[in-house]
Nanobody, 122 residues
Framework: QVQLVESGGDLVQAGGSLRLSCAAS????????MGWFRRAPGKEREFVAG????????YYQHSVNGRFTISRDNAKNTVYLQMNNLKSDDTAVYYC???????????????WGQGTQVTVSS
């Protein structure tokens, strides 16, 4: 069974840091772009960060640029999201996803994980 499993969410004070992990199983995603999304209470799901299948290109939502870093370890089939200087607005359920086409940095995202809760207290 192909699946993504997120972990690392927690309750943290504003200004703190967390590192989220997304472990893929069932197949290798080393040739697929991947991304992180989040859904805050009462809001739509939004894109947070993405990484190319090579790992050489990364891109971020404006509000997290400079604070969050996405990375991947293809040997471990895992994508990470390092989150620094967290703010209360970062409170959300965070999801990872994989692009539906191989070698693509523009294809739609698919195969969502179950999410991990990040709560930032002010």
């Amino acid at each position: 069974q192909v699946q993504l499993v997120e972990s690392g969410g927690d309750l943290v004070q504003a200004g703190g840091s967390l590192r989220l992990s997304c472990a893929a199983s069932g197949r290798s995603f080393s040739r697929f772009g991947m991304g992180w999304f989040r859904r805050a209470p009462g809001k739509e799901r939004e894109f947070v960060a993405g990484i190319s299948w090579t790992g050489t290109s990364t891109y971020y939502q404006h509000s997290v640029n400079g604070r969050f870093t996405i990375s991947r370890d293809n040997a471990k089939n895992t994508v990470y999201l390092q989150m620094n200087n967290l703010k209360s607005d970062d409170t959300a359920v965070y999801y990872c996803a994989v692009r539906e086409l191989i070698y693509s940095d523009t294809a739609n995202f698919t195969l969502w994980g179950q999410g991990t809760q990040v709560t930032v207290s002010s």
